[in-house]
């Protein structure tokens, strides 16, 4: 059974930092391409950053480029985003998806002064 547990979410003040975290399990996490979607309230899902199997080249959306970043250690089946320079647009539930079939029950992150 594949089971995406992500936690690291939280209240941060706008230009703080936050890192997420998704524990995977139940798949061979190595050989999968791996992405982190957030979703905003009211809004739809937002596909945020992808880190590809094997060599781990990685793709951001614009929203977050320069800001975000997504890696991976295959040898704990963990998938990280390290968030920096918040601010109030990022706040949403965060979400580690594979195949796009699977999805994490996410975690919230708010970013409010």
């Known amino acids: 059974e594949v089971q995406l547990v992500e936690s690291g979410g939280g209240l941060v003040q706008p230009g703080g930092s936050l890192r997420l975290s998704c524990a995977a399990s139940g798949f061979t996490f190595g050989n999968y391409d791996m992405s982190w979607v957030r979703q905003a309230p009211g809004k739809g899902p937002e596909w945020v950053s992808t880190i590809k199997r094997g060599a781990g080249s990685t793709d951001y959306a614009d929203s977050v480029k320069g800001r975000f970043t997504v890696s991976r250690d295959n040898a704990k089946n963990t998938l990280y985003l390290q968030m920096n320079s918040l601010n109030p647009e990022d706040t949403a539930v965060y979400y580690c998806?594979?195949?796009?079939?699977?999805w994490g029950q996410g975690t919230q992150v708010t970013v409010s002064s």
């Open positions: 998806v594979v195949t796009n079939d699977y």
